[in-house]
Nanobody, 127 residues
Framework: QVQLVESGGGSVQTGGSLRLSCAAS????????MGWFRQPPGKEREGVAV????????YYADSVKGRFTISQDNTKNTLYLQMNNLKPEDTAMYYC????????????????????WGQGTQVTVSS
């Protein structure tokens, strides 16, 4: 199975940028999807951005389109989330997740489809 470790969170002001990293180790060869999810205070976990490891297609939540970019470095087994023009509503614990199964495009952003999770990294955006 895969182990995931996130890093790169922090505190920024509105309009600032952060880049999150997710280092994957263990059995990474057959991973089909990897993505970023977040859980704002008092709310449920939601999908932010997902990358199809097979065809490198990307999926984004409407709330982050045009501001966030998901990417991967296969040589380092690392997934990234570049976050620009951050807003206070982006404040959340951000989690990296992965799964070995093929998922339909309509459900790739649903957190319940992912079986492997990191411990999370906190992002706080102040106004």
């Amino acid at each position: 199975q895969v182990q995931l470790v996130e890093s790169g969170g922090g505190s920024v002001q509105t309009g600032g940028s952060l880049r999150l990293s997710c280092a994957a180790s263990g059995y990474t060869y057959s991973i089909q999807f990897m993505g970023w999810f977040r859980q704002p205070p008092g709310k449920e976990r939601e999908g932010v951005a997902v990358l199809d490891a097979g065809d490198v297609r990307t999926y984004y939540a409407d709330s982050v389109k045009g501001r966030f970019t998901i990417s991967q470095d296969n040589t380092k087994n690392t997934l990234y989330l570049q976050m620009n023009n951050l807003k206070p509503e982006d404040t959340a614990m951000y989690y990296c997740a992965a799964d070995y199964r093929r998922l339909g495009s309509s459900i790739v952003l649903a957190q319940y489809n992912y079986n492997y999770w990191g411990q999370g990294t906190q992002v706080t955006v102040s106004s």
